[in-house]
């Protein structure tokens, strides 16, 4: 064995950053506080509706604070910031009740006052803007003035913090994978993602079926302007070369993320594992068969077999059985 030098007994391996998820309490819906020995920043993440639950127990009375709201069925959010986490935190959430995420950062070193607060404000508000994220703030605060050395310290805290609200499950600062387009001078959300969390469907939502050539199957619901397509439907796997190369790139990064299962004894498609969230049925129509069609391959489909496609797709061993 060859003998340790100098050299080598002064080297350490950093093995990797480390993030403790604690819930408190037992149901899915808890309330989650995220943190680390080596990290001065602390994230509780939970149901913007425990509000209260969360202020007791982040102990977050006369604690300087930035929190997110995010709404998991318009994709927008709100970011702002409390000087006292048991005055005004839950009144400043139960004034936007259209939100049903919460996000607190605070920060466990008590050397750190409102400046932070207020640097992390501006500087989140300007890392959602340029993800594209629909903030619904309508002021843009400026970044405090600062020395560099007290710029970088906070540059160093931000990062940390991103690292913890990603953990926890936060979007706000990542860009979709694809951004909308004009079609005829007009906006048109053309965006297509797969959902994270939760999807709130509303009883009187619009079902419709795919029928697609080559008997291509997937089901889909319309929300608001937006249309989802649900787990179990199947992914044709070889485009046309007819097919635009907008829809082409978002096909891409579908097949990079782990949502698209073999199919026993069948090799020219998959079954997709997860929600998809498109901007229209259009897209969402390209984006499955890999063919320039429109939204008329959709058809309107009975309410009440929404629940039976993935109840279909277990039951049945992967295969899509007989719907009622």
Not at 116 to 142: C, Q, S, V, Y
Request: net charge positive; proline share 6%.
């Amino acid at each position: 064995m060859k003998a340790k030098t100098s050299a080598d007994t002064n080297r350490f391996v950093v093995p990797g950053r480390h993030t403790s998820i604690l819930r408190h309490g037992e149901g899915l819906d808890a309330m989650r506080h995220l943190s680390s020995a080596a990290n001065p920043v602390s994230v509780f993440a939970g149901p913007s509706v425990k509000v209260k639950e969360l202020v007791e127990f982040g102990r977050l009375d006369g604690r300087p604070l930035v929190y997110l709201l995010f709404s998991s069925t318009s994709a927008s959010s709100y970011i702002g910031l409390s000087g006292n986490g048991e005055r005004r935190l839950a009144k400043q959430v139960k004034a936007r009740p259209h939100f049903d995420k919460l996000f607190v950062v605070c920060f466990n070193d008590s050397r750190i006052g409102m400046k932070t607060a207020h640097h992390f404000e501006a500087r989140m508000i300007e890392l959602g803007d340029a993800a594209g994220t629909k903030l619904t703030n309508g002021a843009r605060p400026k970044v405090p003035e600062m020395s560099e050395p007290e710029r970088a310290d906070h540059e160093r805290l931000m990062f940390e913090a991103l690292i913890l609200l990603h953990d926890a499950g936060c979007r706000t600062f990542e860009k979709s994978p694809a951004s909308s387009k004009k079609t005829n001078g007009k906006n048109e959300p053309a965006d297509a993602h797969i959902v994270f969390g939760p999807v709130k469907i509303p009883l009187n939502a619009p079902a419709f079926d795919l029928k697609a050539k080559g008997g291509l199957w997937a089901r889909g619901v319309k929300v608001g302007e937006r249309f989802y397509v649900m787990p179990g439907g199947e992914y044709f796997l070889a485009p046309t070369k007819s097919l635009t190369r907008p829809i082409v790139l978002r096909r891409n990064e579908l097949e990079k993320q782990p949502v698209l299962a073999a199919i026993k004894g069948v090799k020219d498609r998959k079954r997709l594992l997860a929600w998809l969230d498109c901007g229209s049925a259009a897209i969402a129509a390209k984006l499955l068969t890999g063919w320039q069609v429109n939204s008329a391959v959709w058809k309107k489909a009975p309410r009440c077999p929404l629940v039976h496609v993935v109840k279909d797709f277990v039951t049945c061993g992967g295969k899509r059985g007989k719907r009622q």
